[in-house]
Each structure stands twice: as C-alpha cells, then as structure tokens.
C-alpha cells in the first residue's frame, strides 16, 4: 500500500499513515461541520500507532473526550483523535491526494444540512453507524 499522507496549508505540519485505514466515512454531525468550517467531515479512521505527525500541531477538545487537532501556524483542521478508543480521523481536505479517499457510508444525517443530496447510493444512519 502507498499509504495516505498529507498535511497543513503552509506546510509546517505533515502526516502520513502506512497502514490501511479502519473505515472512510462522512460525518454530519454538528460538532464537525463547526470544527471544519463545512457541511460535512469526510474522514479517513487509523489507530493512533498508525499515524506520524510531525510539526507544530494544536489541539482543542470539540468533546470531553474528542482532541481536534490544527496546525498551530495557518489553523489547518488535519484530524480528530479520541485516545480511549485509540482511534484519529484524518480529515480528507488536508491529504496530498483526496481522491484516495473512498466513502464507505455517511453518518449523523439527521444534522445534515436540507441543501446537501446524498444520492451516491451509501448507507445513511441518522446516529452513530452499528458497530463493526
């Protein structure tokens, strides 16, 4: 595998994963379409262990227990860490190449904005997805 790598708008901070990701979703919840700035979160899920991140990175918890992580620079969102679950999604904006990113299901539809259409055939949970 090529692995993902990318990282912030100025280039002071830069990631890269080697192993192949969790899952690939997109979120609409609230809490990320306020932390990115957009409609939604397209997101690519690693382990912790599986990811390097080198710069000066800033966090701010969105959650008690959800770190969103920037780059401390030019304000960058690169990804969101929950370190109980041992989990970071990194977010597809700040990848070299986005369109390795592949979708494998969209959630928190019930927060998605009326004007965004869902129609590439995914499966839609208006919550949190069933677990894996």
Known sequence: MAGYQGGCLCGAVRYRAEAAPI???????GLCQK?????????????????????PVATVNSSPDLKRGFC?????TMFSRRDSAGIIGITTGSLDDPSVFKPEMHIWTASKQPWVRLDDGLPQYEGAPPPA
């Open 23 to 29: 899952n690939e979703r997109v979120c609409h919840c």
């Open 35 to 55: 932390a990115i700035g957009a409609a939604f979160n397209a997101r690519v899920l690693f382990r912790i262990d599986d990811v390097t991140v080198d710069g």
């Open 72 to 76: 401390a620079a030019c304000g960058t």
